[in-house]
């Protein structure tokens, strides 16, 4: 069956320092995979996109890489702040069928 | 962008009742979704909801327990109906929107928390 895993539940880190949260998917050809934010009593935010031809994408502090052999997505934030504290997701939609499937999240703790 | 509000932010609910979820859109869509997130898990996808048709269920989602109306194209509904315990979750609408390259994103709106007793 597929199966989406998001690395940890929590990862804290020092301010200043980058996070790397992980996404590793099975039984899944997507046509691309996003990275949404979720802060407490909201709906999550879109943050990136990526394509499956794509290897990297950036927007500012943000970093995602893409790798279809291995079926992983790294998702890194440069030079974390604690305003980055929140639950991080990632969501594929496969090439067959246009449902967004989520991860079931990993909570980001940056320490000052 | 969308920007989507949901009606009650919150509920407390009598095990048995049914509750109606409110999602209004500022702009018009053709597809609205429904996701419900329990405790410490992610999303999972309930219903999509096209405007004039049936809304199509995920499996193990059923129309008799989540019915859904979707009277025009910036208003959706959702009923949790003959609640239980394992109702309680927050529920969310979404809608997407287009980015360049034609792919798309998903806007959300700030979901409804049920607690159910």
């Known amino acids: 069956s597929q199966k989406i895993e998001q690395n940890s539940e929590a990862l804290n880190i020092q301010e200043g320092k980058t996070a790397t949260l992980t996404c590793n998917y099975t039984?899944?050809?997507?046509?691309?995979l996003q990275w949404y934010r979720q802060d407490p009593g909201r709906g999550p935010v879109f943050l990136l996109l990526?394509?499956?031809?794509?290897k990297e994408k950036r927007k500012e502090r943000l970093k995602v890489t893409f790798d279809t052999t291995l079926k992983q997505s790294l998702f890194h934030i440069t030079a974390s702040q604690p305003a980055d504290s929140a639950t991080y997701l990632c969501?594929?939609?496969?090439?067959?069928?246009?449902?967004?499937?989520f991860g079931q999240g990993t909570i980001l703790t940056v320490h000052p | 962008s969308a920007v989507i509000s949901q009606k009650p932010s919150r509920d407390i609910c009598q095990r048995g009742t049914s509750l109606t979820i409110q999602c209004q859109v500022d702009?018009?869509?053709?597809?609205m979704f429904w996701y419900r997130q329990q405790p410490g898990q992610s999303l999972t996808l309930i219903a999509t909801?096209?405007?004039?048709?049936?809304?199509?269920?995920e499996s193990g989602f059923v129309i008799d327990k989540f019915p859904i109306s979707r009277p025009n194209l910036t208003f959706s509904t959702l009923t949790v109906s003959n609640m239980s315990p394992e109702d309680s979750s927050i529920y969310l609408c979404?809608?997407?929107?287009?980015?360049?390259?034609?792919?798309?994103?998903?806007?959300f709106g700030p979901g409804t928390r049920l607690t159910v007793l």
């Open positions: 979404s809608v997407e929107g287009a980015l360049a390259g034609g792919d798309n994103e998903q806007f």
């Open positions: 039984n899944y050809s997507p046509a691309y």
């Open positions: 990526i394509r499956e031809n794509e």
């Open positions: 969501a594929l939609r496969g090439t067959s069928y246009g449902k967004l499937t």
């Open positions: 702009s018009q869509v053709t597809m």
């Open positions: 909801a096209n405007q004039g048709s049936e809304a199509t269920y």
